[in-house]
């Protein structure tokens, strides 16, 4: 089996008049979460300091900086002498991604406000969701499902929960590219994102609460079966025997 090994990177979006300067280990950050999003930067790569340094014209200081704010998002990890590593989750993590996600969004759907602005943020997801599920457009289904997850948890109107979600779904978007796992999920939920929206827009919280709680409870096993059936097992995660060297042969997705 391949090694994965590393693309070319780019700032996406740079703009003079941003509050945040370009070269930021902030904005370096949120740059790699990105590709890592996206699959640019697959489970298991090794980040080369010395290209992305180059690629983004920022010392090395800067770049490990940023590592270290990835490393504290779980999203990529440090094995001394030898570098840094896009994690490679498991279903131990699995596991843990949606034992969280159980607790955080149904809870948000229960005890949150919903605001004017909010419900016109679930309208927009159920309309994409819908005109998704009508063109059979995976993508457009993909992003729905994630707006409406992130619009879940903002009922809850902590920072710190958004930012906790945000990091968790990245984890578990890892998971389905290690897994090639996106296409299955996104067929099988918008109706039940939906049927959860339509719920929370008539106020009946209770329902729809309890209808995404199991709803996660589904697609954890759905997850967890399909590592299982790809030879993946609840082991610790460990880096690469023998990491892959800079290259630029992989495409993002």
């Known amino acids: ?20 300067h370009a070269h930021t280990p902030t904005r370096i950050a949120a740059a790699l979460r990105q590709h890592i999003c996206e699959g640019a930067l697959r489970p298991g790569t090794k980040l080369s300091e010395e290209s992305i340094a180059a690629e983004f014209e920022v010392s090395r200081n800067t770049l490990r900086e940023a590592f270290t704010v990835l490393a504290g998002e779980h999203l990529v990890y440090k094995v001394p002498n030898r570098g840094v590593f896009v994690i490679d989750p498991g279903p131990r ?35 994409r969701t819908r005109r998704g ?43 389905f590219h290690s897994l090639d796992l996106t296409p299955p999920l996104h067929r099988t939920f918008p109706q039940q994102n939906l049927a959860i929206i339509n719920r929370i827009l008539s106020g009946e919280r209770i329902e729809a609460s309890r209808g995404l709680h199991r709803y996660l409870g589904l697609a954890e096993k759905m997850v967890l079966q399909h590592a299982a059936a790809a030879g993946r097992t609840a082991t610790v995660r460990r880096p690469p025997a023998e990491p892959a060297l800079n290259s630029r042969e992989i495409n993002p997705n």
């Open 133 to 175: 599920i009508a063109q059979e457009d995976r993508e457009a289904l993909k992003e729905a499902d994630r707006s409406f997850h992130i619009a879940v948890v903002r009922l809850a109107h902590s920072t710190t929960m958004n930012a906790s979600l945000e990091r968790i779904l990245t984890q578990l978007q890892l998971a």
């Open 1 to 20: 089996m391949e090694k994965p090994v590393m693309p070319e990177l780019s700032l996406e979006n740079e703009s003079a008049d941003d509050p945040i």
């Open 93 to 127: 993590d699995i596991q843990e991604i949606y034992q969280t996600r159980r607790f955080l969004e149904p809870s948000s759907i229960l005890w949150g406000k919903l605001t004017p602005e909010l419900t016109e943020v679930f309208e927009r997801t159920a309309d």
